[in-house]
């Protein structure tokens, strides 16, 4: 059996745990992940902003772009106190260049779902880059 570092990030509030996270810490949980779940809430337009930082240190720290990162609205049961549309989720995912999904962990709607792409994700971002013609030779200085 494989086993998969997915590292899950997101504002105090949004749905993803029930514990408070020190960002000093989160460069090496950053480090040492396979793939990223960044979380804001549906109901919360600041978490939304939030995120986009977390974006970037994960760029910065795994000192690459082919990462596997999936954008999650969370609480979508409570679509009625929405204030960020699905519209400006979905143009942020296009913008990263990664999957979007909306979710609710209370109600368990697509968790499922969003835990098998970041699975597939990771497994496709493992597998070597057929179009690289660069070999393991190189030396970059």
Known sequence: MREYKVVV???GGVGKS???QFASMRDLYIKN???FILVYSLVNQQSFQDI???RDQII???RY??????????????DNEREVS??????LAEEWGCPFMETSAKSKTMVDELFSEIVRQMDYASQPDKED????ACNIQ
């Open 9 to 11: 990030l997101g504002s």
């Open 65 to 78: 772009e082919r990462v596997p990162v999936i954008l999650v609205g969370n609480k979508v049961d409570l």
């Open 52 to 54: 986009k930082p977390m």
């Open 33 to 35: 992940g396979q793939g």
């Open 60 to 62: 910065r720290v795994k």
């Open 18 to 20: 029930a514990l408070t």
């Open 86 to 91: 699905s519209s400006e989720g979905q143009a």
């Open 133 to 136: 013609p660069c070999c393991s």
